[in-house]
Each structure stands twice: as C-alpha cells, then as structure tokens.
C-alpha cells in the first residue's frame, strides 16, 4: 500500500519521533509506514487521519496491482 505519511507530517512540521509520541507508537513503526515496509492496522490508520483531519484514503492507497 503506498502512503503520503511523510508529505503530511512534513506539512505540520513534525519529526518522526513528534509523531510517533503523538500516536503512541514507536518511531521504527512510522519509519516502516513511510518506507512502505508496514501497514498499518484499521485502528492506527484511523488513529492517523483523525489526527490529520483527513480521510483514510487521503493518506493510504492501495497500489495498483492490489484487488479490493
């Protein structure tokens, strides 16, 4: 699945460690987000855009060869 994990924080200015503290997870865990190597659970996707302020979507999408 790819991410614009890394576009939003950098468009609110925060470090890894600033967001992973915020969400309550390690750093390492956002880390693999960014990188594509995690996915992350339903609940840590949501936590994520509800602490954006966007839709799940708007952050994680599927990549193009992934059914639905």
């Not at 790819?2 to 390492?28: F, I, P, S």
């Not at 960014?34 to 966007?54: H, M, N, Q, T």
Request: hydrophobic share 45%; aromatic share 8%.
């Amino acid at each position: 699945m790819k991410n614009k994990l890394k576009v939003y924080r950098a468009m609110h200015d925060l470090t890894q460690e600033d967001l992973a503290e915020k969400l309550g997870v390690t750093r390492q865990t956002i880390i693999a987000i960014e990188k594509g190597k995690y996915d992350p659970s339903l609940l840590l996707a949501f936590k994520i855009a509800r602490f954006f302020k966007v839709k799940i979507e708007d952050i994680f999408v599927p990549n193009e060869n992934e059914k639905l």
